[in-house]
């Protein structure tokens, strides 16, 4: 099981282009529908710990996924098995970077991993969005943390995405204490 977790972490970082955002649909292709080791509801908790913690958000997502299974020992094969793939074709494209950047054929390759990148970004977004609860509440916080964002992105106020998950829990807070049918205290 742990030469599992470090193989399937390792095939996910190997052909994953585009960061954790892009990873989270494959993730959930081969850890939820695949192999089955958790189900929508625990990746969706998985993505919102590993959103909110330090780091980058397919590391963190390995490493929690690894000790849930396996414990420590479980959590650090799976963070390798995402890190390695990456680590060694950036060394050998460092080792040869000004000539591979000069080879119309990879910059005609990086225009079309981009596009590609955006359309597994905006899947996992879509996937996310069909699982999330269909009261008011959310529907609400996530327009208007929506709108805020297209908003900031027109007038070019440019901050961490930190802020829109600190805004969208602060909104959250708010819709629910003044939408929320009160309960009286007898």
Same mark, same amino acid.
């Given at each position: 099981?742990?030469?599992?977790?470090?193989? /399937?972490?390792?095939?996910?970082?190997?052909? /994953?282009?585009?960061?954790? =955002?892009?990873?989270?649909?494959?993730?959930?292709?081969?850890?939820?529908?695949? *192999? #089955?080791?958790?189900?929508?509801?625990? +990746?969706?908790?998985?993505? /919102?710990?590993?959103?909110?913690?330090? @780091?980058?958000?397919?590391?963190?997502?390995?490493? =929690?996924?690894?000790?849930? !299974? !396996?414990?420590?020992?479980?959590?650090?094969?799976?963070?390798?098995?995402?890190?390695?793939?990456?680590?060694?074709?950036? =060394?050998? &494209?460092?080792?040869? +970077?000004?000539?591979?950047?000069?080879? *119309?054929?990879?910059? =005609?390759?990086?225009?079309? &991993? #981009?596009?590609?990148?955006?359309? $597994?970004?905006?899947?996992?977004?879509? @996937?996310?969005? *069909? *699982?999330?609860?269909?009261? $008011?509440?959310?529907?609400?916080?996530?327009?208007?943390?929506?709108?805020?964002? %297209?908003?900031?992105?027109?007038?070019?106020?440019?901050?961490?995405?930190?802020?829109?998950? +600190?805004? @969208? @829990?602060?909104?959250? %807070?708010?819709?629910?204490?003044?939408?929320?049918? !009160? !309960?009286?205290?007898?």
């Amino acid at each position: 099981m742990l030469l599992e977790l470090f193989f /399937t972490f390792a095939k996910i970082g190997l052909f /994953t282009f585009g960061g954790g =955002y892009a990873m989270i649909a494959q993730i959930k292709e081969i850890v939820v529908e695949q *192999k #089955k080791w958790m189900d929508d509801e625990e +990746l969706m908790q998985i993505i /919102t710990v590993a959103e909110s913690t330090p @780091g980058p958000i397919a590391i963190n997502m390995a490493t =929690y996924m690894g000790y849930k !299974k !396996k414990g420590v020992a479980g959590s650090v094969l799976a963070t390798l098995g995402v890190v390695v793939p990456s680590l060694v074709i950036l =060394y050998v &494209i460092s080792l040869f +970077l000004d000539t591979f950047l000069q080879n *119309k054929y990879v910059a =005609y390759a990086f225009t079309g &991993i #981009k596009c590609g990148v955006a359309f $597994l970004i905006l899947r996992a977004g879509f @996937g996310l969005l *069909k *699982k999330v609860e269909k009261g $008011l509440i959310p529907r609400l916080t996530f327009g208007i943390v929506f709108a805020l964002m %297209i908003l900031f992105d027109l007038l070019s106020v440019s901050f961490s995405s930190v802020w829109f998950i +600190l805004m @969208g @829990g602060v909104i959250g %807070i708010v819709l629910y204490a003044v939408l929320s049918p !009160k !309960k009286e205290v007898e």
